[in-house]
C-alpha cells in the first residue's frame, strides 16, 4: 500500500503573526511532510502543490510543463491567451521571439555599466529622504523611486509620466486593488504604452524600446513586451528593498555584520533573496503524463510552484529559516530557473547592491519609527510580497 499523500486544502490567505518574512505556516507544513502534496484550486479543479527545492527546479526545467495562460487548468472556463509580447506566459517558439531580441539589452555587463547612474539615483533619493527627516516611509522614499526611474529610463518613459506611470502598476500589483479600479488601472497602463510606442516609432531616443522599433515586433507586441519590463522591474525590485530593508533592521547582528564589512554586500544580495523569495509562487500545466516526486501528474494538471518554500527547503539550506548573509549555499530560485529565469536578474542585483550599501552608509543609526508588529505587509492575495509602507527614523 503506498504511502498517504498529503493534501493542501486551500492556499493560506495570510503569515503568522510576526512572521513577516516566512512562508505562511501552512506552506512550511506542506514541505515538511514532503516536497510534494495534493492541492484543489479555487475553481474546484484538482492540482498539485509543490514545495520542495528539487521538484520545483526540475519542473522549471521541463518541457514537459508548460507556462501558457491559456492551458492553466485552475477554474471551470477557459482562459483566453496572453496578449502579444505578454511572453510571460507563453512557451516556445513565441517564448523566444519575444525574449530573444532582449538578452542582450540585459547582460550582465551591461548592467554594470549602469551601476554609475543607479549610484546617482540612489543619492538623489537619500539626499531627498535627508533634507526632509529625520524621519520618512522608506517604501516612498527609497525603495519605490530608485527602481521606477530605472526601467522608465531604460524604457524611454518621460520624466513627468512617471509618478502616473508607477501609481497605475503599484494599482494593478498591490492585492488590494477592487475588480473595476484594478481594469481601470491595467486600461490606463495599456494605453499610456501605445501612445509610447508610438512615439518612439516616430521618434526614436536613447533607450531599449526605441531599439526594438527596429525589429519586426508589431506595436501590440512592443506594448506587452513593455507592460512585462515595467511591471517586474519596478514591482519585484520595489518590494525586494523595502522588505529587505525592513529584514535587516529586524536582525540587527545581521545588519552590524553588513556595515562592519560592506564585502559582504553580494552574498547579503543573495541571501536576501532567498531568504524573501518576493515571487512567492508560479504555476505550470503538464502537457502529458509526468512522473514528479514518485507522483503522476497527468496530462492538464496544473501545478502550483511554491518559491519561498523552495528557497526555505531544509533539505537545500542549512538553518533555511534563518537569515545569514555570510551563507556560502547559493542556487537560490528567487529568480526562477529554465527559460523563464528572470531577464532583468542582473540589473535587480546591481540596483540592490547599490541601494543596500548607499542607504547604510548614508544613515548608520537607521531603525524603525513604529514597532515591527505595526508594520503592514501586502495581503497574500498580492503576487509579489512586501511592505505597504516601512517608516523609520534615524539621529541628526
Given amino acids: 500500500m503506498g504511502e498517504t499523500v498529503h493534501t493542501v486544502t486551500t492556499l493560506p ?27 484543489t484550486h479555487p475553481g474546484g479543479k484538482p492540482g498539485w502543490l509543490i514545495t520542495g527545492y528539487d521538484l520545483v527546479r526540475s519542473v522549471l526545467a521541463d518541457p514537459r510543463f508548460s507556462s501558457r495562460k491559456d492551458l492553466l487548468n485552475v477554474v471551470d472556463f477557459e482562459l483566453p491567451a496572453a496578449p502579444p509580447g505578454e511572453f510571460l506566459l507563453m512557451d516556445e517558439p513565441q517564448h523566444g521571439r519575444y525574449r530573444k531580441p532582449l538578452v542582450g539589452k540585459f547582460t550582465a555587463r551591461r548592467m554594470r555599466l549602469l551601476t554609475e ?22 517604501v516612498t522614499a527609497f525603495a519605490k523611486p530608485i527602481p521606477t526611474i530605472i526601467i522608465c529610463e531604460l524604457l524611454g518613459v518621460p520624466y513627468g509620466d512617471r509618478d502616473r506611470f508607477q501609481e497605475q502598476i503599484d494599482a494593478f500589483m498591490n492585492g488590494e486593488t477592487g475588480d473595476e479600479d484594478l481594469m481601470a488601472a491595467y486600461t490606463a497602463t ?32 512592443l506594448q506587452g513586451i513593455s507592460l512585462i519590463l515595467l511591471a517586474a522591474g519596478f514591482d519585484t525590485t520595489a518590494n525586494m528593498l523595502a522588505l529587505g530593508a525592513f529584514a535587516l533592521l529586524r536582525n540587527p547582528e545581521q545588519l552590524a555584520a553588513l556595515r562592519a564589512d560592506p564585502t559582504l554586500t553580494d552574498q547579503a544580495v ?5 531568504y524573501l523569495s518576493v515571487a512567492k509562487s508560479f504555476m505550470r500545466t503538464a502537457l502529458e503524463d509526468v512522473v514528479v516526486g514518485g507522483q503522476t501528474i497527468e496530462a492538464g494538471t496544473t501545478v502550483v510552484l511554491s518559491y519561498n518554500t523552495a528557497n526555505r527547503d531544509f533539505e537545500r539550506f542549512g538553518d533555511p ?6 551563507r556560502e549555499s547559493g542556487g537560490h530560485l528567487a529568480f526562477g530557473h529554465g527559460i523563464h529565469l528572470c531577464l532583468g536578474a542582473q540589473l535587480a542585483r546591481v540596483e540592490m547592491r547599490v541601494a543596500f550599501s548607499a542607504l547604510l552608509q548614508r544613515f548608520p543609526t537607521l531603525r524603525l ?3 515591527a508588529e505595526d508594520v503592514a505587509v501586502r495581503p497574500e492575495s498580492a503576487d509579489i510580497h512586501g511592505v505597504k509602507s516601512l517608516p523609520v527614523t534615524w539621529d541628526v
Avoid: W
Avoid at 529559516?321 to 555570510?326: A, F, N, T, V
Fill in 321 to 326: 529559516h534563518l537569515l545569514d548573509l555570510r
Fill in 117 to 138: 547612474r543607479i549610484e546617482r539615483i540612489t543619492a538623489d533619493c537619500l539626499d531627498a529622504m535627508e533634507r526632509s527627516g529625520p524621519s520618512a516611509d522608506l
Fill in 369 to 371: 519609527a513604529v514597532p
Fill in 13 to 39: 490567505t495570510e503569515r503568522r503573526s510576526g512572521c513577516p518574512f516566512d512562508p505562511p505556516p501552512e506552506l512550511i507544513d506542506a514541505r515538511r511532510r514532503g516536497p510534494i502534496s495534493r492541492y
Fill in 270 to 274: 543573495e541571501e536576501l533573496l532567498r
Fill in 190 to 221: 495599456q494605453d499610456y504604452l501605445a501612445q509610447l510606442v508610438a512615439a518612439k516609432r516616430a521618434n526614436p531616443t536613447d533607450d531599449v524600446l526605441s531599439e526594438l522599433t527596429d525589429s519586426d515586433l508589431t506595436d501590440e507586441e
